[in-house]
């Protein structure tokens, strides 16, 4: 059973088709990357590398897109945004499996700019239903609704392409993707522009400058989490696949998940949880030494157990700060910059992770994921204790 909180939250007018609502809608993005990468390589027969490129370019588009797709909401309203943002990413993902590729690559970025930003609008639609006492459980819903998404998207994408085809599978999304987008149109989601982050509205122009600031810091820190948990999952594959026990993948990311769940229920239920900077650092702390117990799948992922508890909580955390630092009427902007930030960490962790194992060995990889996350987590921790003349430097610039 729930407790409490859980059940108040539960309990209020549209919360619960709007959490079934934004989860399906979660759904065909969670399962983007396996479906094209299944797709390029045995639909279209080209390699690992063409298959990563084409989901970079979505994913830089979306990166990029975010913050402009937000500014549209806040000026002409989701229903709009989500009706023309729907038609065309619906619109790609049907002929991408049937264009030739460089005519897809180029299209994947364009795609990605306009792409529905079905997760900023659950966190937007969330706090605009919730009284604020109670939005910090109603974030921590919504987070676990997509860290279960996350579980069952690639699987069902799997499915779809090994009883039909891959190309099938990218029809599935683009279907799924306009029925969702359709469903939010007709809904009119209730975005309460006036209320989200109304009441911390800067007053002055001192008073502006500390909100930018907790802002820029807030999000170096969301893009340490990412990337330290991005970095985590491929220091996972590559520990298992060194070890023979590939074949336990789905077990331990399915342990994984259900212990940052866990940890979300918690969050969600305490009165003066810790802040955002010391979830972050405590999070990215604890992957330091995994490497040292990933010689045996079951140690590897009791040893990632500590670190994930953290997961929900620190992400939930810095949705927090946004949506109440987001001044009235630029909530879809906040979040948009918000998920930007995200998507870039998700696409430099891959790569830089990647690296360092190639390097070195699998289980440094997990070090070299939460040094990246608890370095920018200090950093920005450090720069609160800084007087405002040494605060302007050129990555908290780059965050704006």
């Known amino acids: 059973m729930l407790p409490q909180t859980y059940r108040e939250v539960l309990a209020l007018p549209g919360v619960r088709p709007t959490i079934l609502l934004i989860f399906f809608a979660r759904l065909p993005l969670t399962a983007v990357s396996v479906s094209v990468t299944l797709h390029v390589m045995e639909d279209r027969g080209l ?16 990166a990029l897109g975010a913050p402009r797709v937000g500014r549209a909401i806040d000026r002409f309203g989701a229903r709009s945004v989500v009706a023309v943002c729907g038609l ?3 619109a790609y993902w049907a002929a991408a499996g049937h264009l030739p590729y460089l005519v897809v690559l180029p299209l994947g970025l364009l795609a990605g700019l306009v792409a529905v ?42 499915l779809a392409a090994s009883h039909f085809s891959a190309t099938a599978s990218l029809t599935c999304i683009a279907v799924c993707i306009a029925l969702a987008s359709a469903t939010l149109v007709i ?9 989200v982050g109304a009441g911390t509205e800067p007053a002055g122009r001192s008073s502006r400058r500390r909100t930018d600031a907790a802002t820029r810091r807030t999000l170096i820190m969301a893009g340490g989490t990412i990337f330290a948990v991005m970095g ?3 220091a996972v594959y590559a520990s298992l696949r060194t070890v023979g026990h590939m074949h336990w993948g789905g077990i331990v990311m399915a342990i994984l998940s259900v212990a940052s769940i866990a940890g979300g229920l918690v969050y969600g239920c305490l009165r003066r949880p810790l802040p955002h900077g010391v979830l972050a650092a405590l999070m990215c702390a604890l992957l330091l030494p995994v490497g040292l117990l990933s010689h045996s799948w079951w140690l590897l992922a009791l040893a990632l ?6 997961c929900t909580p620190t992400l939930v ?15 879809g902007e906040a979040m948009g910059r918000y998920e930007s930030v995200m998507r870039l ?23 070299a994921a939460g040094l990246g996350g608890l370095t920018l987590a200090l950093l920005a921790l450090a720069r609160t204790r800084m007087p405002a003349w040494r605060r302007r430097g050129p990555l908290l610039r780059a965050a704006r």
């Open 232 to 234: 985590m999952e491929v």
């Open 187 to 195: 809904r009119k989601p209730p975005l309460a522009r006036d209320t």
């Open 88 to 90: 065309c990413s619906a």
């Open 345 to 367: 960490a998700v696409a430099a962790a891959s790569p830089v992770i990647g690296m360092v194992i190639d390097r070195t060995s699998a289980g440094w990889g997990f070090t």
């Open 117 to 158: 930003p079905f997760s900023p609008l659950g966190r937007q639609l969330m706090a605009s239903l919730v009284p604020e006492h109670l939005r910090r459980a109603a974030l921590c819903l919504d987070m676990m609704s997509t860290e279960t998404a996350f579980i069952l998207g690639p699987t069902l994408a799997i």
């Open 47 to 62: 390699g690992y590398g063409a298959a990563g490129l084409l989901a970079a370019a979505w994913l830089l588009g979306t």
């Open 317 to 331: 955390a810095g949705t927090e700060v946004i949506s109440n630092a987001a001044p009235a009427g630029g909530a």
């Open 305 to 310: 157990v500590p670190a994930n508890l953290f």
